[in-house]
């Protein structure tokens, strides 16, 4: 197995890694762990965690972005993993279609894979997989 393998990203790949990276800007309570984009598919670690304060005084956060920005997330409220999962692909998208002027084209699979991390050996197990994936990529049956 090679172990010095790297993703060499088009710019479709730059523009899923970057709207990847800029979640922690639009959505509150999450941080980004191991991440990768293979030519087929990505692999992601989120971690939802909460941190919200409890009392008076919450107001919602406005949006103030370009139409083909997500709104920053409600003061006080967390997103769940199917809403994070569905804005990064709605975002990346647009981007993508924008970029090969092709709007509203399908860019994903309507589905994802999740699994809940409970403990540090799943972690390590998990995020492991993620950064050694591109290792393994020759045996992937889409590989050309």
């Known amino acids: 197995m090679d172990t010095d393998v790297n993703m060499k990203l088009n710019d479709f790949g730059r523009i899923v890694e970057n709207t990847w990276f800029d979640l922690v800007n639009h959505v509150r309570n999450i941080k980004l762990h191991a991440f990768i ?3 087929n598919h990505i ?3 989120i971690e939802i965690y909460n941190d919200i304060p409890v009392g008076a005084g ?3 956060v ?3 972005t370009p139409n083909d920005e997500p709104a920053p997330t409600e003061h006080g409220k967390t997103k769940s993993i199917s809403e994070i999962v569905r804005q990064f692909k709605t975002f990346s998208s647009r981007h993508i279609n924008k970029s090969r002027n092709a709007p509203g084209n399908s860019v994903w699979q309507r589905n ?3 699994h809940v991390v409970r403990n540090d050996n799943s ?3 998990i995020s492991g997989y993620i950064i050694n994936n591109p290792a393994h990529w020759r045996r992937d049956k889409y590989f050309v």
């Open 123 to 125: 972690y390590l197990k």
């Open 43 to 45: 692999h992601g670690l």
């Open 58 to 60: 919450s107001k919602p």
């Open 62 to 64: 406005r949006n103030n």
């Open 112 to 114: 994802y894979h999740e």
């Open 37 to 39: 984009v293979m030519p």
